[in-house]
């Protein structure tokens, strides 16, 4: 990933990513944060409110916009000034979401961004739209992001497997020399049998 410092931002440029909302994402960012309303997970509850079924979280779309400013535009390195959202229409499970966030004004007297905000489902329909003024990096950022959550735990999870394996590996080259060794040697003559 890249920071970019103001002096590399200009009216216009943009950047987004799309996510999914599946249950399992979604049901982290629940317990991370705290937030269980039955109308996130309860299907009775919701049942009996205007959206019929849970909803997601309107959080979990916001933070796919800081996502986008802290990984792509402006990138590592920037700071939130401000952020002022409208939730335009729910976000159900399994929904496409993409966040798309555009530069509408430079302001590099004071090192801040304003960009226009807007999230949009898998049918283009706005679910989220706002604007955010924040600080970029004063200087080009470059950060190589270590693995970290699930990417860390697989990891570690699989290390006693790639041991195992590794060491599977060595025996079978040790064993294979051994019979490639045994081979070549040279036999000895069987004093008790006689060529004839």
Same mark, same amino acid.
């Given at each position: 990933?890249?920071?970019?410092?103001?002096?590399?931002?200009?009216?216009? !440029?943009?950047?987004?990513? #799309?996510? /999914?909302?599946?249950?399992?994402?979604?049901?982290?960012?629940?317990?991370? /944060?705290? !937030?269980?309303?039955?109308?996130?997970?309860?299907?009775?509850?919701?049942?009996?409110?205007?959206?019929?079924?849970?909803?997601?979280?309107?959080?979990?779309?916001?933070?796919?916009?800081? #996502?986008?400013?802290?990984?792509?535009?402006?990138?590592?390195?920037?700071?939130?000034?401000?952020?002022?959202?409208?939730?335009?229409?729910?976000?159900?499970?399994? !929904?496409?979401?993409?966040?798309?966030?555009?530069?509408?004004?430079?302001?590099?007297?004071?090192?801040? /961004?304003?960009?226009?905000?807007?999230?949009?489902?898998?049918?283009?329909?706005?679910?989220?739209?706002?604007? #955010?003024?924040?600080?970029?990096?004063?200087?080009?950022?470059?950060?190589?992001?270590?693995?970290?959550?699930?990417?860390? /735990?697989?990891?570690?999870?699989?290390?006693?497997?790639?041991?195992?394996?590794?060491?599977?590996?060595?025996?079978?080259?040790?064993?294979?020399?051994?019979?490639?060794?045994?081979?070549?040697?040279?036999?000895?003559?069987?004093?008790?049998?006689?060529?004839?």
């Amino acid at each position: 990933m890249r920071g970019r410092p103001i002096q590399e931002i200009a009216v216009g !440029d943009a950047a987004e990513l #799309t996510r /999914v909302a599946t249950p399992g994402d979604v049901a982290q960012f629940i317990d991370s /944060v705290g !937030d269980h309303n039955p109308i996130h997970q309860d299907h009775a509850y919701a049942a009996s409110t205007r959206f019929e079924k849970p909803i997601v979280p309107g959080m979990w779309t916001a933070s796919l916009l800081s #996502t986008v400013l802290g990984t792509q535009l402006p990138g590592p390195g920037c700071v939130y000034v401000s952020l002022q959202i409208a939730f335009t229409r729910p976000v159900y499970f399994g !929904d496409r979401i993409t966040a798309r966030v555009e530069v509408v004004e430079r302001l590099p007297d004071r090192n801040r /961004v304003r960009l226009r905000a807007v999230c949009t489902n898998q049918e283009q329909q706005e679910v989220l739209t706002g604007e #955010t003024l924040l600080s970029p990096s004063k200087q080009a950022i470059v950060y190589n992001r270590p693995e970290t959550g699930s990417a860390q /735990v697989a990891h570690w999870a699989l290390q006693p497997t790639l041991w195992a394996a590794q060491a599977t590996s060595a025996w079978a080259r040790l064993g294979a020399a051994w019979v490639s060794a045994w081979r070549q040697e040279p036999r000895r003559p069987d004093s008790n049998h006689t060529r004839g």
